[in-house]
């Protein structure tokens, strides 16, 4: 018998140009918006400009938030939502990667809930006082413009964990893929590798549902080559638009069908102190084991990623694409040693659970920290 339940709550935009449209999808939630931004590149580029610009056009008022760190803090979030009340704004717009999106998503929420840090790691109730969020994206591979989760480091508990709920999700996702022309090859390959992930933990989830394979299989037609082109240098427009509709793919898919341990392993390894590589480089040091030990323990699961990648072996394969596009390191060559992970393993959040491993307990997490210090 077929049966699942699918919500995508998200309106999405997409297409070259529809940046200029964000005024008008930002109007029908409010006359004033939080605009929330990294550190930097969306003045660089332009994008901030034209942002406020179309923002302006549509009598909506904006006040500014930039600097957000790569992996946002509570105290960033926090400071960041008591202007949101100072200021009365209406709605929240997250405009960056997915660090960006996260903080704008988690500064919605705590608008309503009270200061960040005590929600990391929590799945909230809906409270009608969260603040509808507007997504805009600048990178290919999060998929946070349509995700109900934003990732955030709790600096009291020195722990990197998901606050999740149906307030989270983003109201309007404005995917713009000319946003990401101007990233280098070296980011984009990272923040690619990030929406690969989401597609094939998709397919191994328990939470895998007939709809959430076929979108994985569609993803899976799509990014390893453009991966591959983005690293050799391709920066044509076609190129950057389906790794842009690839992450979204991805996105949807952890909507739906959620991650397994890669996810929860990598959001382990970062402290405030220590925030490690980028969450795409992250998973690329923890995916060959972790691939290895399905093939071994969760064979069904291993079987159906090798049939939607149409190879014979998705460790063999996804690890040659790794070589090829650049990422493919240890944890013993970004620092890491054994003993590290004792403190890894107590950083450990989330469900666990949707792991296709019959047992994905500590010796099995441990198992794939352990192997992934070294080369195979």
Known sequence: MMEFDLQVPTRIVFGRGRLDELGDHTRPWGRSA???????????????????????AARVSTRLIEGISPNPQSGEVDRAAATARAASVDVIIGMGGGSALDAAKAIAVSVAHGPSGPLVGAT?????????????????????????GAIITDTSRGMKAGIRGDDLYPRVAIIDPALTDTQPAHVAVASGFDALAHTIEALAARRSSPFTDAVAAHALHLLPDTLLRVAAGDTSHAARDRMAYGALLG??????????????????????????PSHGQGLALLYPAWLRSMEQYAPEAAERIATALGIRSAYETVTQLLIAIGLRRTLGDVGYTEGDIPAFMARITGNTDNDPHPDPGAPLITRIYEQSLQAW
Do not use: F, W, Y
């Not at 591979?141 to 349509?146: A, D, L, M, Q, T």
């Not at 949807?252 to 959620?258: H, K």
């Open 34 to 56: 939080l605009v929330v931004c990294g550190r930097g590149s969306a003045r660089t580029t332009g994008t901030l400009d034209r942002a406020l610009n179309s923002l302006a």
């Open 124 to 148: 909230l109730a809906p409270h009608p006082d969260c603040l509808p969020v507007i997504a805009v994206p600048t990178t290919a591979g999060s998929g946070s413009e349509v995700t109900k």
């Open 251 to 276: 996105g949807l898919l952890v909507a739906t069908a959620s991650t397994c341990l890669p996810h929860r392993m990598q959001q382990a390894m970062g402290t405030p102190k220590r925030p490690g």
